[in-house]
């Protein structure tokens, strides 16, 4: 049994700063790939970041690349997703997943296990 926490997340101002980590447990981490997706509400959810099973290769979606940065520690099981300059529209819960391979996607259908969600606020 897979299982991701999400945390770090919270209120910020536009412009500001946050980490969120992911710690991951049950199955080999090294060897997935993971996912950073978000839901705002009233909308769908949407990928964010991602990044391979050895780190080399990230991918971003348009409206966060160059402000946000996907890593991870594999001695730590963990992911991490910094968020610099956060704007309002950066509002929504964020989720963690991990793939059952170590390529990565923006769909959410390869993604098979997610955390339970970590709410972000931006103000203005």
């Known amino acids: 049994q897979v299982q991701l926490v999400e945390s770090g997340g919270g209120m910020v101002q536009a412009g500001g700063s946050l980490r969120l980590s992911c710690a991951a447990s049950g199955r080999t981490f090294s060897s997935n790939a993971m996912g950073w997706f978000r839901q705002a509400p009233g909308k769908e959810r949407e990928f964010v970041a991602a990044i391979s099973w050895s780190g080399i290769s990230t991918l971003y979606a348009d409206s966060v690349r160059g402000r946000f940065t996907i890593s991870r520690e594999k001695a730590k099981n963990t992911v991490y997703l910094q968020m610099n300059s956060l704007k309002p529209e950066d509002t929504a819960v964020y989720y963690c997943?991990?793939?059952?391979?170590?390529?990565?996607?923006?769909?959410?259908?390869?993604?098979?296990?997610w955390g339970q969600g970590t709410q972000v606020t931006v103000s203005s």
């Open positions: 997943a991990q793939r059952p391979s170590y390529t990565i996607v923006v769909d959410e259908s390869g993604y098979d296990y």
